[in-house]
């Protein structure tokens, strides 16, 4: 408590430059974007519930002002859910979305717009609200046993969010035309045409945030670790998913108003911290106030802009462009402490390598076999016998390769991460690399008015490149602190995807082209670039496996590695070099595909292999096993459409850790 | 391209009825000289051993793209495999797809092995699909035909991508036709709408997505191609994607109070939900009521779904004279 004191003290002289900067800035938008519809003259006729209107007037009262008023309830209510996810779960990465509520929501009103369309109209709120109540529950399911420890909530919602974010891709993909009303659902569009959503939000996060001040006491406590917490006569196994339940609600009822927001959640407490607010009582208090800010700014600014991007620009990911850049800026100044103990896991026993071992490999070659030689055909489920195989070995061969490579090098790009990082959450889309990929490779679609493979390629390589220099760059000022890359990482994500998001959102062939991309297709693979992959992975194999000894020791702390002769330093610059290479060369072929880097090396672990080296190279055949698999299925399930791998993988992946969780 | 397809208001007056119709072909032709001076799609020359196919028109044909499936089956020629037949039936595409016409999977990842299996003698792709082209070429010759683009107006381009595959499939006499009666359609939609043209009152073609989201569609749509054809003005005239929609915001549509809807197949509730809304109720053409509506039509497609457009518009309006 004295330390905390002292910080705020500390800080107190610039604590109210930041919100005053804020406040004039969205002063000064306000009028801007408000005197362009309407001559100052006239403001009281429309702010005024007055009969005798006139149009502009009336686009105010009923456009313009509910819009705004829905930012800052918005705004504030998913930065106070923040606030209390990031305090409960001690992860200063966790926010609205990653607890799987969002897309719980964004499934429930993908599903209803497919089977039932007019109910998806009449009753969105409900539907939304209903998934995402649905998906907390999941969550909460997946972490009882475990007296809700804040290290597996993470990686529950983290499952969640992968698995109902995979189902609404394969929905996306078959009944794309279908669904424009939810894609601009999902990019989070504020636009109002009444004062139903306000007179419906607001109510309901004056509630939750009643309820959050009610919680004051509990959250401080949870700053200490369970131990000491429980010692201060707090039950946590209540408290937790009590805290919990009000965020995830805040979350759901923004969700289901206004559709996704990412950052908000994220950025607003990151902000208020900032500002000097150290303790929650602050938090809770002023994380709000500057997440209203924050998106009312970024949507009068959307509103300012020209009307060819002012109407195309969804405000989530408006948010998301200039949130991701302000992060970045801001990280130069952060001092995020190092990581409060999360209370341990219980470590599965250790086991003997050589069976498992031969056991995957074993797998690994049965389905290598099965996917080339057992497919559907236009006259059903065949075996390919000798005569058909030069017809189809150039369709088969090349993408099974691709798929093996990519999985191992993802599944050791994602073990290299958590072990560096040590953070549950780190996962090669984390790092940013693969949201600059697909910048680089979107980038190259808009510029090459008919994109070709070669050209896709290379962009997408540029831009995994110019992601990788970045994260170094901004990693080296903080001497590669792990919650410095992975919030920069982040960061560096939040944006890719808000240009990827835009670009889809707004429709056109570019969406129809990228969105296949963006979730891991092992679709345009030619032998070349399968040799490639191939040659990548075994180089891949043999430099993880000499990095096994830093691996081992980093996680034990800068000192003890030091004191061990490794430069922790420059130890941690390689290996994070190399799981960007890894993820940048499994990313250009496949797509980003999150479930493998993030899920192997969790497999791995609770199969009872913690150490370095059996960790990476149990990782690795899962991951390649898990590819593999998902390719012959995408390839055949839903013949003769094909479902992107990355998807498949996690469909696969996700029911088998949710049972390793539960147990 | 465009300078000789649009024309200004005084020559529009003059050129209801019949007049119209003159110029359509005019339009035509011109697009289809801009098209072969080099636009985008220039590339699209049927490739390798098809160099023979010009003569023997092909037979067995894949289509990976629903407009130009309209296209493809309004020139007598049936495919033999279209990306997800279902769709182009759900994108209320005409003329119908016979049920024989194999699926050959996405639009964006055919299945190349259910391509192969085909044995065809042409692939018609969109420029969209050129990450595949080299792919496709090792199974057939494969024929890029562009319909939209950055730059390009739609409807233009629809009468150029018609000849181009009237020209591969050796059916240029189906496309004469075609092109004669799309003529007498839009013609005979002009005089219909002379009463509502007199008015010279814009219009806006709207495409309600929910109740809180409305896609308008552009000068450079198959609409708006259509509807400038007719004379009439389109109220929208800001940017549009290159398909000839975007979305707008209710307030936006404020900006023309004069302005005539008409809404083109508004989804099962969004109607209900759009009248509860108080800033759809204050836009004057609602108030005054002055909205039309027409049933569902393909936001892209050939020169059928073009006279379907022009005939619903002139049913819809013909009787609005104030």
Same mark, same amino acid.
């Given at each position: 408590?004295?330390?905390?004191?002292?910080?705020?003290?500390?800080?107190?002289?610039?604590?109210?430059?930041?919100?005053?900067?804020?406040?004039?800035?969205?002063?000064?938008?306000?009028?801007?974007?408000?005197?362009?519809?309407?001559?100052?003259?006239?403001?009281?006729?429309?702010?005024?519930?007055?009969?005798?209107?006139?149009?502009?007037?009336?686009?105010?009262?009923?456009?313009?002002?509910?819009?705004?008023?829905?930012?800052?309830?918005?705004?504030?209510?998913?930065?106070?859910?923040?606030?209390?996810?990031?305090?409960?779960?001690?992860?200063?990465?966790?926010?609205?979305?990653?607890?799987?509520?969002?897309?719980?929501?964004?499934?429930?009103?993908?599903?209803?717009?497919?089977?039932?369309?007019?109910?998806?109209?009449?009753?969105?709120?409900?539907?939304?609200?209903?998934?995402?109540?649905?998906?907390?529950?999941?969550?909460?399911?997946?972490?009882?046993?475990?007296?809700?420890?804040?290290?597996?909530?993470?990686?529950?919602?983290?499952?969640?969010?992968?698995?109902?974010?995979?189902?609404?891709?394969?929905?996306?993909?078959?009944?794309?035309?279908?669904?424009?009303?939810?894609?601009?659902?999902?990019?989070?569009?504020?636009?109002?045409?009444?004062?139903?959503?306000?007179?419906?939000?607001?109510?309901?996060?004056?509630?939750?945030?009643?309820?959050?001040?009610?919680?004051?006491?509990?959250?401080?406590?949870?700053?200490?670790?369970?131990?000491?917490?429980?010692?201060?006569?707090?039950?946590?196994?209540?408290?937790?998913?009590?805290?919990?339940?009000?965020?995830?609600?805040?979350?759901?009822?923004?969700?289901?108003?206004?559709?996704?927001?990412?950052?908000?959640?994220?950025?607003?407490?990151?902000?208020?911290?900032?500002?000097?607010?150290?303790?929650?009582?602050?938090?809770?208090?002023?994380?709000?106030?500057?997440?209203?800010?924050?998106?009312?700014?970024?949507?009068?600014?959307?509103?300012?802009?020209?009307?060819?991007?002012?109407?195309?620009?969804?405000?989530?990911?408006?948010?998301?462009?200039?949130?991701?850049?302000?992060?970045?800026?801001?990280?130069?100044?952060?001092?995020?402490?190092?990581?409060?103990?999360?209370?341990?896991?219980?470590?599965?026993?250790?086991?003997?390598?050589?069976?498992?071992?031969?056991?995957?490999?074993?797998?690994?070659?049965?389905?290598?076999?099965?996917?080339?030689?057992?497919?559907?055909?236009?006259?059903?489920?065949?075996?390919?016998?000798?005569?058909?195989?030069?017809?189809?070995?150039?369709?088969?061969?090349?993408?099974?390769?691709?798929?093996?490579?990519?999985?191992?090098?993802?599944?050791?790009?994602?073990?290299?991460?958590?072990?560096?990082?040590?953070?549950?959450?780190?996962?090669?889309?984390?790092?940013?690399?693969?949201?600059?990929?697909?910048?680089?490779?979107?980038?190259?679609?808009?510029?090459?008015?008919?994109?070709?493979?070669?050209?896709?390629?290379?962009?997408?390589?540029?831009?995994?490149?110019?992601?990788?220099?970045?994260?170094?760059?901004?990693?080296?000022?903080?001497?590669?602190?792990?919650?410095?890359?992975?919030?920069?990482?982040?960061?560096?994500?939040?944006?890719?995807?808000?240009?990827?998001?835009?670009?889809?959102?707004?429709?056109?062939?570019?969406?129809?082209?990228?969105?296949?991309?963006?979730?891991?297709?092992?679709?345009?693979?030619?032998?070349?670039?399968?040799?490639?992959?191939?040659?990548?992975?075994?180089?891949?194999?043999?430099?993880?496996?000499?990095?096994?000894?830093?691996?081992?020791?980093?996680?034990?702390?800068?000192?003890?590695?030091?004191?061990?002769?490794?430069?922790?330093?420059?130890?941690?610059?390689?290996?994070?070099?190399?799981?960007?290479?890894?993820?940048?060369?499994?990313?250009?072929?496949?797509?980003?595909?999150?479930?493998?880097?993030?899920?192997?090396?969790?497999?791995?672990?609770?199969?009872?292999?913690?150490?370095?080296?059996?960790?990476?190279?149990?990782?690795?055949?899962?991951?390649?096993?898990?590819?593999?698999?998902?390719?012959?299925?995408?390839?055949?399930?839903?013949?003769?459409?094909?479902?992107?791998?990355?998807?498949?993988?996690?469909?696969?992946?996700?029911?088998?850790?949710?049972?390793?969780?539960?147990? | 391209?465009?300078?000789?397809?649009?024309?200004?208001?005084?020559?529009?007056?003059? #050129?209801? +009825?019949? !007049?119209?119709?003159?110029?359509? %072909?005019?339009? *035509?032709?011109?697009?289809?000289? &801009? /098209? =072969?001076? @080099?636009?985008?799609?220039?590339?699209?020359?049927?490739?390798?051993?098809?160099?023979?196919?010009?003569?023997?028109?092909?037979?067995?044909?894949?289509?990976?793209?629903?407009?130009?499936?309209?296209?493809?089956?309004?020139?007598?020629?049936?495919?033999?495999?279209?990306?997800?037949?279902?769709?182009?039936?759900?994108?209320?595409?005409?003329?119908?797809?016979?049920?024989?016409?194999?699926?050959?999977?996405?639009?964006?990842?055919?299945?190349?092995?259910?391509?192969?299996?085909?044995?065809?003698?042409?692939?018609?792709?969109?420029?969209?699909?050129?990450?595949?082209?080299?792919?496709?070429?090792?199974?057939?010759?494969?024929?890029?035909?562009? #319909?939209? +683009?950055? !730059?390009?107006?739609?409807?233009? %381009?629809?009468? *150029?991508?018609?000849?181009?595959? &009237? /020209? =591969?499939? @050796?059916?240029?006499?189906?496309?004469?036709?075609?092109?004669?009666?799309?003529?007498?359609?839009?013609?005979?939609?002009?005089?219909?709408?002379?009463?509502?043209?007199?008015?010279?009152?814009?219009?806006?073609?709207?495409?309600?997505?929910?109740?809180?989201?409305?896609?308008?569609?552009?000068?450079?749509?198959?609409?708006?191609?259509?509807?400038?054809?007719?004379?009439?003005?389109?109220?929208?005239?800001?940017?549009?994607?290159?398909?000839?929609?975007?979305?707008?915001?209710?307030?936006?549509?404020?900006?023309?109070?004069?302005?005539?809807?008409?809404?083109?197949?508004?989804?099962?509730?969004?109607?209900?939900?759009?009248?509860?809304?108080? #800033?759809? +109720?204050?836009?004057?053409?609602?108030?005054?009521?002055?909205?039309?509506?027409?049933?569902?039509?393909?936001?892209?497609? @050939?020169?059928?779904?073009?006279?379907?457009?022009?005939?619903?518009?002139?049913?819809?309006?013909?009787?609005?004279?104030?």
């Amino acid at each position: 408590m004295n330390r905390s004191t002292a910080t705020v003290t500390a800080a107190a002289p610039r604590a109210w430059r930041l919100p005053a900067l804020l406040l004039m800035l969205a002063a000064w938008l306000v009028y801007h974007t408000l005197s362009a519809r309407l001559p100052v003259a006239q403001w009281p006729g429309a702010l005024l519930p007055r009969a005798d209107a006139t149009l502009p007037q009336l686009v105010v009262r009923y456009g313009w002002l509910p819009r705004f008023a829905i930012a800052l309830i918005a705004g504030a209510a998913l930065s106070l859910a923040g606030v209390v996810f990031q305090q409960v779960l001690r992860n200063p990465l966790a926010e609205p979305l990653t607890l799987g509520v969002s897309a719980g929501a964004y499934l429930a009103l993908t599903i209803a717009a497919v089977a039932a369309p007019a109910l998806a109209v009449d009753m969105r709120f409900a539907v939304a609200l209903a998934g995402a109540a649905l998906a907390m529950f999941a969550t909460m399911a997946m972490t009882w046993r475990k007296g809700f420890a804040a290290v597996s909530i993470v990686l529950a919602g983290m499952i969640v969010n992968l698995y109902c974010g995979a189902l609404s891709v394969i929905l996306t993909i078959v009944f794309e035309r279908s669904l424009t009303s939810v894609f601009i659902w999902g990019g989070g569009s504020l636009v109002q045409n009444g004062w139903a959503s306000v007179v419906w939000l607001l109510p309901r996060v004056l509630a939750c945030g009643v309820a959050t001040a009610l919680l004051v006491r509990p959250l401080t406590l949870f700053s200490l670790d369970d131990g000491s917490a429980s010692q201060l006569g707090m039950s946590l196994k209540w408290t937790r998913p009590l805290a919990l339940g009000v965020a995830v609600t805040l979350s759901a009822f923004v969700a289901s108003a206004v559709g996704v927001i990412g950052f908000i959640g994220l950025g607003g407490p990151v902000l208020a911290r900032l500002m000097g607010a150290r303790r929650v009582r602050d938090q809770l208090l002023w994380a709000p106030f500057v997440g209203a800010l924050l998106l009312a700014i970024a949507d009068q600014a959307v509103q300012s802009l020209p009307s060819v991007l002012g109407e195309l620009l969804p405000t989530g990911a408006a948010v998301a462009l200039c949130g991701g850049p302000l992060l970045l800026w801001m990280l130069r100044r952060v001092h995020i402490e190092a990581p409060r103990p999360a209370s341990a896991e219980n470590a599965p026993p250790r086991r003997a390598l050589t069976m498992p071992a031969l056991l995957l490999g074993g797998l690994l070659v049965a389905a290598v076999v099965v996917s080339l030689l057992f497919s559907t055909t236009l006259h059903g489920w065949q075996w390919t016998g000798a005569q058909q195989w030069s017809d189809v070995w150039f369709w088969r061969v090349p993408r099974l390769a691709a798929s093996l490579g990519a999985g191992v090098m993802v599944a050791l790009a994602g073990t290299i991460l958590q072990r560096v990082t040590g953070n549950p959450m780190a996962s090669p889309d984390l790092l940013g690399v693969s949201g600059g990929a697909m910048l680089g490779m979107l980038a190259a679609a808009v510029v090459a008015s008919a994109p070709s493979t070669p050209v896709l390629l290379a962009g997408s390589s540029a831009g995994a490149l110019i992601c990788l220099v970045t994260i170094v760059a901004l990693g080296r000022r903080s001497g590669f602190a792990p919650e410095h890359v992975l919030l920069a990482g982040i960061a560096l994500s939040a944006f890719s995807q808000a240009v990827v998001m835009l670009a889809t959102a707004s429709g056109g062939a570019y969406a129809n082209l990228l969105r296949p991309l963006q979730y891991g297709s092992t679709y345009l693979i030619a032998p070349a670039t399968a040799i490639a992959v191939g040659a990548c992975t075994v180089v891949a194999v043999v430099v993880a496996y000499l990095g096994a000894r830093w691996l081992e020791i980093l996680p034990l702390g800068a000192n003890v590695a030091n004191a061990l002769g490794v430069g922790a330093q420059r130890a941690r610059l390689m290996l994070l070099a190399l799981a960007a290479i890894l993820t940048a060369g499994a990313t250009v072929v496949i797509g980003p595909m999150s479930f493998v880097g993030l899920m192997a090396p969790h497999l791995a672990r609770l199969l009872g292999f913690p150490r370095a080296r059996s960790q990476m190279l149990v990782a690795a055949l899962i991951g390649g096993l898990l590819m593999v698999l998902s390719d012959w299925l995408g390839r055949n399930m839903i013949f003769p459409q094909q479902l992107p791998a990355g998807v498949i993988a996690t469909l696969l992946g996700g029911p088998y850790l949710m049972w390793l969780l539960r147990r | 391209m465009t300078a000789s397809v649009r024309f200004n208001g005084k020559r529009r007056l003059a #050129l209801a +009825g019949l !007049g119209a119709a003159a110029l359509m %072909a005019a339009g *035509a032709r011109s697009a289809r000289a &801009a /098209d =072969a001076a @080099g636009a985008v799609s220039a590339a699209a020359s049927i490739s390798g051993s098809a160099a023979g196919s010009a003569a023997a028109p092909a037979a067995r044909v894949v289509v990976l793209d629903w407009p130009l499936t309209e296209v493809v089956l309004s020139l007598g020629v049936v495919p033999v495999g279209v990306s997800r037949p279902a769709w182009y039936a759900k994108l209320d595409g005409v003329p119908a797809l016979p049920p024989s016409v194999v699926d050959t999977g996405l639009l964006y990842q055919p299945n190349f092995e259910v391509l192969a299996a085909l044995k065809p003698e042409l692939i018609v792709i969109t420029p969209w699909h050129a990450p595949l082209r080299g792919l496709l070429e090792r199974i057939a010759p494969t024929l890029t035909v562009q #319909l939209f +683009g950055p !730059g390009i107006d739609v409807y233009p %381009a629809v009468h *150029a991508a018609t000849r181009k595959l &009237a /020209d =591969a499939l @050796g059916r240029n006499a189906a496309a004469d036709a075609l092109f004669a009666q799309a003529d007498a359609r839009v013609a005979d939609a002009s005089a219909r709408l002379a009463g509502f043209r007199a008015m010279r009152r814009p219009v806006y073609l709207l495409r309600p997505i929910d109740d809180r989201h409305i896609a308008v569609f552009g000068r450079n749509s198959l609409f708006g191609g259509v509807l400038h054809a007719l004379g009439i003005d389109n109220a929208w005239q800001d940017f549009a994607d290159p398909q000839g929609m975007t979305e707008a915001d209710l307030g936006a549509l404020a900006r023309h109070a004069d302005a005539q809807v008409v809404t083109i197949g508004v989804p099962s509730g969004v109607a209900a939900q759009l009248a509860r809304s108080p #800033l759809w +109720g204050a836009l004057p053409f609602v108030r005054q009521n002055r909205v039309q509506h027409i049933g569902p039509l393909p936001a892209l497609g @050939g020169l059928v779904a073009s006279m379907r457009f022009a005939d619903s518009l002139a049913g819809a309006l013909q009787g609005v004279t104030q």
